[in-house]
């Protein structure tokens, strides 16, 4: 089976996808192209994984960069040497303007959000989560962006398979956690069933990139939870009872 790769449009200036899980060579409950190392799955399987992503790209293997993603918002700076160090950073976003390298995130119902400027010629990668995109990753990413010679005016940001709405199930502590946080922030939840409400990750990073000011920002509108066939889901997962789940890729490179 051939790769499936999501594009918006707003990145029609960057080399870039969003890869589901087709494709890949890893089997079981990792079936298809899992990108995570950090997973339990066959070492082989994932470095073969993450080699085709590669190749869709057009760099080498190991000119695919990722990290080692902790929820927060540290932003790593990507150069022609690749990482400064020999380890992956610990952070959960990536920019670079070196056109030889691709940045990638991984998620498994967190929000991936890939970033450029095409007159600049600067790429941002940032795995968003709830308390990741509360603390600011996606502020972030854009002044590192804007470091690198990025204008935000100019930037187009698109984000990728997440958790939807409609499977994103939390409890009350969850949304008075927000409003004591964030005025307004009510307007990202409707009601589910009994105290149950149901939280719209999508639209809260969309919220986030538009207040930031940047040119034009998207959600391709494509659900991990919703779809097994196509999507890794860690709450799907969860509720199945397995005791891992697969990680989904998103690179793009300037």
């Known amino acids: 089976m051939t790769l499936e790769i999501?594009?918006?449009?707003?990145?029609?200036g960057a080399r870039h996808g969003f890869f589901t899980r087709r494709g890949g060579a890893s089997s079981g409950i990792y079936a298809g192209l899992n990108c995570g190392p950090g997973?339990?799955?066959?070492?082989e399987a994932v470095a073969l994984n993450r080699a085709r992503v590669a190749e869709a790209l057009g760099v080498a293997p190991a000119r695919l960069l990722s990290l080692h993603q902790v929820h927060g918002t540290e932003v790593a700076v990507a150069?022609?040497?690749?990482?400064p160090g020999s380890e992956r950073p610990r952070a959960d976003a990536a920019v670079t303007a070196d056109p030889s390298?691709?940045?990638?995130?991984?998620?498994?119902?967190?929000?991936p959000v890939l970033l450029h400027d095409p007159e600049a010629r600067v790429a941002g990668a940032a795995h968003a989560g709830w308390r990741g995109a509360a603390d600011g990753v996606i502020e972030a990413t854009l002044a590192a962006m804007e470091r690198l010679g990025a204008r935000r005016a100019a930037i187009r940001a698109a984000v990728g398979p997440t958790i939807s709405q409609r499977a994103y199930e939390v409890g009350?502590?969850?949304?008075?956690?927000?409003?004591?946080?964030?005025d307004g922030s009510e307007r990202y939840f409707v009601p589910?069933?009994?105290?149950?409400?149901?939280?719209?990750?999508?639209?809260?990073?969309?919220?986030?990139?538009?207040?930031?000011?940047?040119?034009?920002?998207?959600?391709?509108?494509a659900c991990t939870y919703s779809d097994p066939e196509r999507f890794f889901s860690y709450r799907r997962a969860t509720h199945a009872g397995e005791p891992d789940y697969g990680r989904l890729i998103s690179a793009i490179r300037p």
């Open 101 to 111: 390298v691709a940045i990638s995130v991984l998620t498994a119902d967190c929000a």
């Open 6 to 12: 999501l594009t918006s449009p707003l990145l029609a």
């Open 79 to 83: 150069g022609p040497a690749g990482w």
């Open 192 to 221: 589910g069933s009994g105290d149950r409400l149901l939280f719209d990750l999508p639209g809260f990073v969309l919220g986030r990139l538009r207040a930031a000011g940047v040119a034009d920002a998207e959600w391709i509108g």
């Open 39 to 43: 997973s339990a799955d066959q070492r």
């Open 172 to 182: 009350p502590e969850f949304l008075d956690r927000f409003l004591a946080e964030e």
